[in-house]
């Protein structure tokens, strides 16, 4: 019985702080947004050199778009003249810097943890996308132009017009946008909190510990493999990691498993595939996995 209510009381109070934090994290970057046009920000990568590839990890990190529109926008800054290293290096910031994966990680595993992962994520964006800049992957673009998919929530169509607009409204825009970004997923969140407050309550603690504990050096690369197929989103994903690392799951054995899902998720590889040649797709599932690798092992040294 205790257990039963022990996992009732965490799948309730994880689900409450992570609908609040998704609608205040997403509110805050949608105020944000209305100052950052999208034009602008290409301006100024394309003329950045590669300080370019910081500015396009950065603004990357703050969009927490899913595929449908990270994927349209990178053809968009190709098209644009932005460099193919920058371009790369957003790429790969986009969904593992997302916001709402930062922000549930300083709530669930605490905010030194959320720095360092934050550090490690974003140098790892910037230098990949230099380095796959520097050996001509660029050739490997298909020559196409995708239309704007409607399928995400977030973002202003018209940020100038926008920003004229009183305080008051733009509050009730970015907490309307937060809301309407959640409504289409809340079930994923409630079903990653659901499997996430099973593991708190039933898994034996002493099997992850084996599988998946610090001792055992191969829990990190495999962990980001898993994360492919078991990623649906960062939602469901990191209160299922967070609980098994309650169990004894190693801390980079969680983050490479979540960087491994995130970035390396079926459903964008797919679209991925449909402006990018098989090599370059080959060549960013690399990047991802060295990505969850590194951080990982990182993770499991320094905390």
Known sequence: MNTLLD???????ITVELIVLFIVITALVEIILMYVPQEKISRKIEKAGFFGNVIAA?????????????????????????????TMSFLIASPLLNPIIIAMLGALVGIKAMLVYVAIAFMCSVLFGWV??????????????????????????????TKRLPWSQKIAIALRAGWDTLRPIIW??????????IIYGYMPSDWVLKIAGPENPFAVPVAAIIGVPLYIRAETAIPIGVALMGKGMSIGAVIALVIGGAGMAIPEMSMLASIFKKKLVAMIVTVIFLTAVISGYLFNILL
Do not use: H
Not at 7 to 13: H, I
Not at 58 to 86: E, Q
């Open 188 to 197: 994923y969140l409630l079903i990653g909190v659901a499997l996430g407050a």
């Open 132 to 161: 796959l800049q520097k050996v001509d992957a660029q050739k490997y673009v298909k020559n196409v132009r995708l239309k704007p998919q409607a399928c995400c929530s977030g973002g202003n169509d018209n940020p100038i017009e």
């Open 7 to 13: 996992t009732l009381w965490y799948f309730c109070y």
């Open 58 to 86: 950065g603004f990357g990190a703050l969009t927490p778009f899913c595929a449908c529109s990270t994927i349209p926008m990178t053809v968009g800054f190709l098209n644009a003249g932005v460099p193919f290293g920058a």
